[in-house]
């Protein structure tokens, strides 16, 4: 998203509800409210400022977050936490901040997505970084049964793939259609993933529940250089789907004319059975 130019003023009274503020400027006085939060609750002096909230209360209105100590944990209509949240926008510094006050690592909200699961998708590497090294579950799925690792390899985020990745994220995991991370990448198009899951010995001929492997996904997207690169790599250009269909079946359905060149040059027919 994008933000507002920061306000001219400094002061920490001129924070906005997260949605609107502009995070560099407002960081100060968030980490401020959150270390004296204990003792300027006490005495009241700032929270008489802002009409009886604390600035990171006040910060986080506009999504109905309470922010007092042991009290971090409700949630919007989508079932959305402050952490979810920030996580979601790349807002590291209050990430961590809520993590310091024990915020909830996995909490999921009404579709499954934990915070790892919305800065995965979302391509905040900062972020995905910060929930691992803190323990957050790697391997959580959404109502759909996908990881962080294929939010990440399905929108296209190599950066966060490579972190999931050198956190040994598990690089088969299936979601309810039975599609891997490489699966994902390949249906949408996404080349250096796709080179660089196969280099971290991504199974080339992985099927969904379908029979369909990453080479059908792609010839079927009219992906044309992730097909190359399958084929490259040796994908197996017969394996039949459970309909009865081969990548090159699906490539001329669609009439990718440049897929089926390459198809047959590697062997393939329309009549070809799977290995």
Known sequence: MSFPSPPDSGHPNQCEPIERIWPSKCQRCIELDFKCSENQRATGSRRSQLGGKSEIESTLSGQGKLLEKGFIE??????????????????????????????????????????????????????????????????????DGQTPLSCAAGNGHKAVVEVLLAHRANIESKDIIGQTPLSWAALQGHESIVELLLNNYADINSKDSSGQTPL??????????????????CANVGIKDIFGHTPMSWAAWRGHGDILVLLANHGATRQRDAD
């Open 216 to 233: 059908s996904c792609a010839a079927m997207g009219g992906h044309t250089s992730v097909v190359d690169i399958l084929l490259t790599r």
């Open 74 to 143: 409700p949630r919007d209509i989508s079932g959305r936490t402050a952490l979810s949240l920030v996580a979601g926008k790349g807002i590291e510094f209050v990430a961590r901040l809520l993590l310091d006050q024990h915020a909830i690592l996995d909490s999921k909200d009404i579709n499954g997505r934990t915070p790892l699961s919305w800065a995965a998708g979302e391509s905040h590497e900062a972020v995905v970084e910060l929930l691992l090294n803190r323990k957050a579950n790697i391997e959580s799925e959404d109502e």
